[in-house]
């Protein structure tokens, strides 16, 4: 038996090594799994295994396109919304659409599926889808009254575009710079309509350049933004007042010519809609629903 011994100690020398070697092993990989796998909990860039999923972030809704290959879009006309009837001021008593018919007419474009939206929105087409109907307001020459109409439009969730002269703030029956910042604020679009309100058509090179830039450079320091629209004095415009006008960097010029406007035109000659203080809500209707 005495000759065995020295075997047994071997097996047992073995014996204690191998459970040494296994619990360093087991020691091993606890460490790696709770300090490799917490530093890749903590690292959002660490490799992830071919299986892996990635996790994504919330899901993005992108502004569908427009597939239509034009859209027609009313652009309407106002002066001063107020009441007015004053018989030594013709042309101030047709520049001027009562509150109560404007306000019938919000109520009919609400509840007859238009939307009103601004030349920005207008310019987006085709790369944002348009509504099935809209339709643009337009305020010309930034009477005071002008204002009542952006505070009925803000209550009913409609938008406008406002044409400022831009030296004419301030005074009497205008409105003041506080009041189309607050307008702006309130996703109003405010456009040029000069500086001074001249005929373009008969004035210099360097008038018109003037009356386009200057006013431009007014309100965008006024409102800290991009201006795009511009509308010419009484609708009077010929090539050299249209290329002044784009050339300042305006996206788009309305004249006064009667018809629908369309994505498809010229945007530098855009059709509007008149509406007049005579207007019946049913004429009103007639002139809006040509769309069909």
Do not use: W
């Not at 348009?130 to 010309?140: G, N, S």
């Amino acid at each position: 038996m005495i000759p065995n011994k020295p075997r047994k100690l071997q097996n047992k020398l073995i014996y204690f090594l191998a459970i040494v070697f296994t619990a360093l092993v087991c020691g091993l990989i606890f460490l790696y799994i709770n300090i490799v796998g917490a530093d890749s909990k903590n690292n959002p860039e660490a490799p992830k295994g071919e299986n892996s999923e990635a996790v994504s972030g919330p899901e993005t809704i992108e502004n569908p396109s427009d597939n239509r290959f034009e859209v027609t879009i009313p652009i309407l006309m106002y002066h001063h919304i107020r009441t007015y009837n004053d018989p030594n001021d013709q042309i101030g008593n047709n520049l001027s659409v009562p509150e109560s018919n404007f306000k019938q007419q919000i109520d009919y474009l609400k509840n007859n599926g238009f939307i009103t939206i601004t030349f920005a929105d207008f310019l987006s087409f085709p790369t944002k889808k348009l509504p099935d109907k809209p339709v643009i307001l337009t305020f010309d020459d930034g009477y005071s009254d002008s204002f009542g109409a952006y505070n009925l439009l803000k209550e009913n969730n409609q938008l406008g575009v406002f044409y400022i002269i831009t030296s004419y703030f301030e005074k009497s029956e205008h409105l003041s710079v506080k009041q189309v910042k607050n307008m702006a604020e309130n996703d109003m679009e405010i456009g040029s309509h000069t500086a001074s309100h001249p005929d373009l058509t008969k004035s210099s090179s360097e008038k018109i350049n003037f009356e386009v830039v200057e006013s431009k450079k007014i309100l965008e320091n006024i409102l800290g933004k991009n201006v795009i629209s511009f509308c010419y004095p009484s609708g009077k415009h010929n090539v050299k007042v249209e290329e002044t006008v784009k050339n300042a960097g305006y996206l788009t010029a309305t004249t006064t010519d009667y018809a629908l406007s369309d994505t498809s035109e010229n945007k530098m000659t855009l059709s509007r809609i008149r509406i007049n203080p005579s207007d019946t809500l049913n004429g009103f209707a007639k002139k809006i629903e040509i769309l069909k």
